[in-house]
């Protein structure tokens, strides 16, 4: 297929590129409405066939999908299988044993690799050390660690005897561990003692002494620690042990523990940017099957692959395409311990030329940072690496702004990659929307058409689909195997959050505003649904003019957030971060108007920026994630209560008080 663009409607599309093409997983459009039909026509013989052939399985499952208590949908239920056998032992027995499993990447630079025997070994004499500890099926260990295969191994060897694992990101404080510990229950802790970031040393094992010195922690029995740095720690020689002493002597074999397909496999607090952080609990059979399925239908995973996702352990991404999925599909994977811009912002592409990764997959937040980064440093930039082995390019996390989509298509893909702009959430397991490499036809900002078998739609607040076009709630209607099973201990949050009786209360709310296009039926996603405006009557996603912002050479990131406005009910107000230094006075007013005017161009007059403010940065969650509801705050002159403990960089937020 000639790699040029054409032009459908008003949007550029791209092909998804020769490179992708060849051979995928899903090959061709037809392929896909194939699939989709099949789903859609029997759906029990569809996921049937597809959870038979993608994983192993100690004892087959008979029944495919119970509804009868939804929406606690239960999937695969009488099946027994163990997910850490399925990433690791089936890899031995079908001649990967010798493959690469993990290429770890040290924040100075040292490289580690690690076959799947080692890595299997490695997780069988944990497993076998935790279970001397007196550790079972169902107990609950909280996870507290920097990217490391230590924290796969610990990951695995929970799962391999059916420990439920909670995974808290390192950047977050005592407070925030404290709080998922005692909500979890956990009786076990796993931790390093201290993480390195960009060259330096971070403490961890000291926020977990802060974090049980709080009360309410009595369950946790015994606190394990990976020595990475060797920096000092406070010990309790009652409760903390070195990991490579539990480890030590233990057999390299264990009999994995053969759990129920709804057997909980983890549980994973979301990012917190709208509130509360909630337990999302993931089943082990549909969630892995989902996780081999995403792998293969959207990173079109082969044999000779070198996969690359960006994502910490800490977050979802980091469970379902660092620590499950490209081990259930055998791959070879890159793991990265340090940060994008160290020692320069060329890290990434120099990366992906040392372990020639053919797969790369990272966040929108990331793309823009690097733009800035590697513009002002030519000699970091994509363009002067060889970066000819890549053939998919994948985002998640936000929606990706056209101007950032093309720079990564241009300089980083060379045209030649497809980019899959994956749409999901923690709670949805894997991707649920998202182009396919060797078949969907690309519009930059788009994350296109839904995987076969969601049955995802635009409603709404009655319930009712709206026609293409207009924007309304993003659903979906029928119930997939990766999907949550419920909020850690609270049943009731779960059903109000996801299946609102408003809806009919068994259709999934997924809490994000979308449009499908016209011509194409592809969707964007605008943004949550509190980030829809309403300006004098016409409703916006705040993510349309963020992207005419971002779209101006000028702007490396926008964030944009309604605010009360007596003349128009509400009034779009928008934090600017420039590619120059921040500007005040007289400049910044100048630099405020030729924005505005910029918007007015480039949307209309209406979605001009009543009030603009400047800043270093924007105020964001450890995941990258801009933290719009404080910007909301800040824009309405409150003062900031909300939980600010997972926030970045909080001193941004008395820079950005006052308006310039
Ligand atoms: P919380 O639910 O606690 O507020 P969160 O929603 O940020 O946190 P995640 O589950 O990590 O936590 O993120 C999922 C959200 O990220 C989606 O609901 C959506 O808003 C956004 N998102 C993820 N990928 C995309 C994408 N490709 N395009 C648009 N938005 C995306
Ligand atoms: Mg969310």
Redesign the pocket.
């Given at each position: 297929m000639p790699n040029i663009e054409f032009d459908l409607g008003e949007k550029r599309v791209f092909p998804p590129g020769p490179r992708a093409v060849q051979g995928a997983a899903i090959s061709g459009m037809d392929a896909y409405h194939r699939l989709c039909e099949h789903a859609r026509r029997d759906p029990d013989g569809f996921w049937r066939g597809l959870a038979q052939e993608h994983l192993v399985w100690k004892t087959p499952f008979t029944e495919v999908l119970d509804e009868s208590d939804a929406p606690f949908y239960r999937w695969f239920a009488d099946g027994r299988l163990n997910a850490s056998y399925n990433c690791l032992d089936r890899n031995l027995e079908n001649g990967n044993a010798e493959k690469t499993a993990i290429v770890f990447e040290a924040d100075d630079g040292a490289v580690t690799r690690i076959t799947y025997r080692e890595l299997h070994q490695r997780v069988c004499r944990l497993a076998n050390g935790l279970r001397s500890l007196g550790y079972r099926k169902g107990d609950r260990a909280i996870i507290y660690m920097p990217m490391s295969i230590e924290a796969v191994v610990a990951m695995q060897a929970c799962a391999r005897l059916g420990v439920i694992h909670s995974v808290v990101f390192g950047g977050f404080s005592a407070k925030s561990v404290h709080e998922r510990i005692v909500d979890v229950g956990a009786s076990l802790v796993l931790c390093a003692d201290e993480q390195m970031r960009g060259g330096r040393a971070i403490p961890l094992k000291a926020a977990i002494d802060e974090a049980l010195a709080m009360g309410g922690c009595e369950a946790v029995r015994k606190v394990l620690v990976y020595r990475r740095t060797g920096g000092a720690v406070a010990w309790d020689a009652a409760r903390d042990e070195w990991l490579h002493d539990r480890m030590a002597g233990q057999a390299d074999q264990c009999e994995p523990e053969w759990v129920e397909a709804e057997h909980p496999l983890f549980v994973l607090y979301?990012?917190?940017?709208?509130?509360t952080?909630?337990g999302?609990q993931h089943s082990t059979g549909g969630y892995l099957l989902w996780a081999v399925l995403t792998m293969k239908w959207t990173f079109d995973i082969k044999p000779t692959d070198v996969f690359w996702c960006t994502a910490d352990v800490g977050?979802?991404?980091g469970h379902t395409y660092v620590c499950y999925g490209p081990l259930a599909t055998g791959a070879t994977e890159v793991m990265f311990e340090g940060v994008p811009t160290h020692p320069n912002a060329g890290r990434f592409w120099q990366m992906c030329q040392d372990h020639r990764v053919t797969v790369f997959y990272t966040a929108p937040t990331a793309i823009r940072a690097l733009i800035k980064a590697n513009d002002a440093a030519p000699e970091t930039h994509p363009s002067r690496f060889d970066l000819s082995q890549l053939r998919i390019l994948g985002?998640?996390?936000?929606?990706?702004n056209p101007e950032a989509w093309m720079w990564y298509y241009r300089n980083v893909g060379r045209e030649q990659c497809p980019i899959v702009?994956?749409?999901?959430?923690?709670?949805t397991g894997g991707h649920v929307?998202?182009p396919l490499p060797g078949a969907t036809p690309l519009v930059p900002g788009s994350?296109t058409l839904p995987l076969p078998g969601i049955d995802a739609a635009i409603v709404d607040e009655a319930g009712h689909e709206v026609p293409n076009g207009q924007g309304g709630l993003l659903v979906i209607r029928r119930p997939w195997p990766g999907m949550l099973r419920t909020i850690w201990g609270d049943p009731e949050r779960f059903r109000k959050s996801y299946y609102p009786v408003e809806l009919g209360g068994s259709i999934y709310l997924?809490?994000?505003g979308a449009v499908r296009d016209k011509v194409t039926g592809y969707f964007t996603?605008v943004?949550?649904i509190d980030d829809v405006l309403n300006v004098s009557g016409h409703r916006m996603g705040t993510m349309e003019i963020e992207s005419a912002l971002v779209a101006n050479p000028i702007v490396a990131e926008a964030a944009v957030v309604g605010k009360p406005d007596e003349l128009t009910g509400e009034a779009v107000c928008a934090y600017v971060v420039l590619k120059r230094a921040r500007p005040e006075g007289a400049e910044a007013d100048r630099i405020a108007k030729e924005l505005r005017d910029w918007v007015a161009k480039e949307i209309g007059p209406i979605a001009k920026p009543k009030e603009i403010r400047f800043g270093d940065n924007l105020p964001k969650?450890r995941?990258g994630?801009i933290m719009r509801r404080l910007l909301r705050s800040l824009a309405r002159g409150e003062d900031i209560r909300q939980d600010v403990s997972t926030l970045e960089n909080p001193a941004i937020l008395e820079q950005l008080r006052v308006a310039q």
């Open positions: 979301t990012s917190g940017s709208t509130g952080p909630k999302v977050w979802v991404t985002t998640v996390g936000e929606p990706i702009d994956t749409f999901w959430q923690t709670e929307i998202t994350c997924a809490g994000d996603v943004g949550r969650t995941s994630k």
